[in-house]
């Protein structure tokens, strides 16, 4: 979102803005009116710069630790610099990919992972990659393993090149040449078709079972289920965790703590970035933007993959609100075009 102030900022404040924010980037220490006046590319006094820096503040865009120090960019402050960024890469080509096309792996979860750990080595930043949603693929095969007397594994090979695994375990031992029919049923019934639930309905209340085969299909509907069910079937694959980031970006070092635990609540960071996401858009959370509590002392960069007509996962970039923004979006907007390219014979 563009960010919108009844007093627009002047060329000369934009200018300031910017250097400022693109010097505390890179340094880390609050940024004084006389780097700011060296490095301007036009004429301009130590003394305007802190006239400037004083109605930037007064709009909420930096402020300074204290009274002696330069200034710094407030979330306000990021923002406008981001969506400028945003504004600037919008409809011109993608950069490349820190990944290329012929380097994945043909199995979609691997690449996934690839797609990640790239990512974060090319940012140092945490990077988070939602795998593609099985709706729209097709279901190859149906493997029905009897592990133990009672334990059944279903598999199901889907044509993304996604494997789902659910256990089941029975009270009492499975009859094997019901597990065989039951194989043999369901890849002649639904093998190779549009994974929806009618498809599955149809082959697992098909009137013209047995009783005796009808309970039976009965007792893997829990794992069609989950293949159905978009956020349990969703995988989050999370690349730069081991070496997060540079800790010296960081002001408190509880907060990076704090992320990492939030990893582990996967259903939150799938409903964020879930969150309003559109196939060749920039997504951008900044600071206490963020709507998880958790997440606002950093900032989120990400945009959709997919299908021309919908969006099938995200990738997206997590760091601290004094990240490179230019790099972030332009990473995320290269990495979703290329697992766009990369799934779109897969998918109907």
Not at 320 to 327: A, G, I, V
Request: net charge negative; hydrophobic share 40%.
């Amino acid at each position: 979102m563009e960010v919108e102030h009844v007093m627009p900022l002047t060329q000369r404040q934009k200018i300031i803005l910017r250097i400022t924010t693109e010097q505390y980037i890179r340094s880390g220490v609050p940024v004084s009116s006389r780097s700011v006046a060296a490095q301007a590319d036009f004429k301009v006094s130590a003394s305007t710069v802190r006239n400037e820096f004083a109605t930037l503040e007064e709009l909420g865009y930096l402020t300074h630790p204290h009274i002696s120090a330069g200034r710094v960019p407030t979330d306000l402050g990021y923002r406008k610099i981001a969506d400028s960024l945003v504004a600037a890469q919008t409809g011109k080509d993608v950069a490349q990919p820190p990944v290329q096309l012929d380097e994945l792996a043909i199995e979609v979860d691997t690449a996934m992972q690839q797609t990640s750990e790239a990512m974060a080595r090319a940012t140092n930043l945490l990077a988070l990659v939602v795998a593609p949603r099985t709706s729209g693929a097709r279901l190859r095969h149906v493997e029905l393993l009897l592990l133990q007397s009672s334990v059944l594994l279903v598999v199901f090979i889907v044509s993304t090149g996604r494997v789902t695994k659910e256990m089941i375990e029975y009270p009492a031992p499975v009859d094997l040449g019901t597990v065989e029919w039951a194989r043999a049923y369901l890849n002649e019934l639904i093998g190779d078709s549009l994974i929806s639930e009618r498809t599955i309905r149809r082959a697992l209340t098909n009137p013209e079972l047995s009783h005796k085969e009808a309970a039976f299909l009965g007792t893997l509907e829990r794992a069609f289920s989950r293949l159905l069910d978009e956020e349990s079937s969703a995988e989050l694959y999370v690349g730069g965790a081991s070496t997060l980031l540079d800790a010296s970006r960081f002001c408190d070092l509880d907060e990076l703590h704090r992320l990492m635990c939030l990893l582990e609540e996967r259903y939150l960071i799938l409903r964020v970035l879930r969150s309003a996401l559109d196939r060749d858009r920039v997504y951008l959370s900044i600071g206490e933007e963020n709507v998880v509590e958790t997440l606002r002392s950093f900032s989120l960069v990400a945009a959709g993959y997919g299908l021309p007509q919908r969006t099938l996962g995200t990738v997206s970039l997590v760091g601290p609100t004094r990240m490179d923004y230019e790099s972030a979006i332009a990473t995320v907007r290269g990495t979703a075009h290329l697992l766009s390219e990369f799934l779109e014979d897969r998918y109907e």
